[in-house]
């Protein structure tokens, strides 16, 4: 069964570094989105993709964040510098347009 | 703004009890998810309502969605330990776009 891929599984940082994470979605799957998880939280949406192009990041902290899909099909979040706050689950998922969404594992961040 | 509000927000329960988790959203919307998330890990899609009076049922657990009252409810019946986990559901923010909003979670303890 297809599955989102995410990598690192973990990253500890200190604040003011960069960090990077990955998302490969499922294979034929045009949208992916970007959602953060504070613990005890529900997942809040980041951003999201149609293929390349960014539909929605009006929930991304312009000022350190960036997001990119440049084929289309892997993405990169990026997080420049790392705050505190930033400690998170950082999840990828994917769908065909208009569908159901499927999660990847996650990207567990703590920043010290 | 759409909001989702989910209750209770912990529910410890013995096996074999039946209960109900309560969804509540503040805008029209006509689809909404429940997903499951085990600790630590990412999140598995249980069901979607995608109209009015939309019922799904898998094992024990029991989804259905009444869009006039904006309510959802997630119905467990006879609860095992095997159920014990962080429920979510979620609503699209605008009819269709798959831009969702979570509720809080309520995370289920069944004990033996």
């Known amino acids: 069964e297809a599955e989102v891929a995410q990598s690192p599984r973990y990253k500890i940082t200190e604040k003011s570094q960069a960090v990077a994470f990955w998302c490969d979605p499922i294979?034929?799957?045009?949208?992916l989105y970007w959602y953060r998880q504070i613990l005890g939280q529900g997942p809040e949406l980041l951003v999201q993709?149609?293929?390349?192009?960014?539909?929605?990041d009006s929930q991304l902290p312009k000022d350190r964040f960036s997001a990119e899909r440049l084929k289309g099909v892997d993405s990169t979040l990026k997080i420049q510098p790392a705050e505190l706050g930033d400690s998170a689950m950082y999840l990828c998922?994917?769908?065909?347009?208009?569908?159901?969404?499927?999660f990847g594992p996650g990207t567990r961040l703590l920043v010290l | 703004e759409l909001k989702v509000e989910q209750n209770p927000l912990f529910l410890s329960m013995q096996e074999g009890k039946n209960y109900t988790i309560y969804c509540n959203y503040s805008?029209?919307?006509?689809?909404l998810y429940w997903y499951r998330q085990d600790p630590g890990k990412s999140l598995e899609s249980l069901f979607v309502?995608?109209?009015?009076?939309a019922v799904k049922q898998e094992g024990r657990l029991m989804a259905s969605l009444d869009t006039k009252a904006r309510l959802s409810t997630l119905h467990i019946t006879a609860a095992v330990h095997d159920l014990s986990a962080t429920y979510f559901c979620?609503?699209?923010?605008?009819?269709?776009?798959?831009?969702?909003?979570f509720g809080k979670g309520t995370k289920l303890t069944v004990n033996p």
């Open positions: 294979s034929g799957h045009a949208t």
């Open positions: 805008t029209t919307s006509d689809r």
């Open positions: 993709f149609q293929d390349e192009s960014v539909v929605d």
């Open positions: 998922a994917s769908s065909p347009q208009g569908r159901t969404q499927y």
């Open positions: 979620a609503v699209d923010r605008q009819g269709g776009s798959e831009k969702l909003v």
């Open positions: 309502l995608l109209s009015n009076g």
